[in-house]
């Protein structure tokens, strides 16, 4: 079991600074054809594993969307779909946003790191009973156009953080049926 933990930029409205996005789907931007007539994108996706995925869900049933901490601090918690790939996104035209929202409209946030994490997975095989997967848990520390910068980086990955550790007690660890 892999979980990466850090931050990502948020391509939705949903999504604000702070908040922390639960991938349930990685949406690799990268496979493409360049031809004279433009892009032709081939992504593909990765979907978290249904053991985990029920897991998450569990978390999600008992724990509020909206954390609230001392001083006023307070951030979202969102599960959705993400995007990954090589590129940093930093422009709210990115070809690549556009693509992402009409492959799924639904996707939340950019990153570039849980694409190879994903397809490792889907590539190996267990022969045990022990449970695998990935689990993409981001904090939002930009919205992914020209205004990116790492102001609020801090935030989103103690936030990232702080959701990891609320949600390894319902990933059971170590536990085999």
Known sequence: MVLLVGIAGGVSPKVGLGDVVISD????????????????????????AAELQHRVNDFFAVTPVVQHRTGGESYGLHQGPIGSGNAVVADPDAEIRQWLCQVNQKVL?????????????????????????????????????????????????????????????????????
């Open 25 to 48: 789907e990685v949406i690799m931007y990268d496979p493409r054809k360049l031809t004279p007539d433009g892009v032709q994108h081939r992504g593909q996706s990765q979907q978290v």
């Open 109 to 177: 946030a950019v990153e570039t790191e849980a694409a190879g994490v994903a397809q490792s997975f889907h590539e190996s095989v267990g022969h045990d009973n022990r449970t695998r997967g990935w689990l993409t848990v981001r904090g939002i520390s930009d919205t992914a156009d020209r205004a990116k910068n790492d102001d609020h980086q801090e935030a989103a990955a103690r936030h990232a953080a702080e959701v990891m550790a609320m949600l390894v007690p319902f990933l059971r660890l170590g536990i085999t049926p």
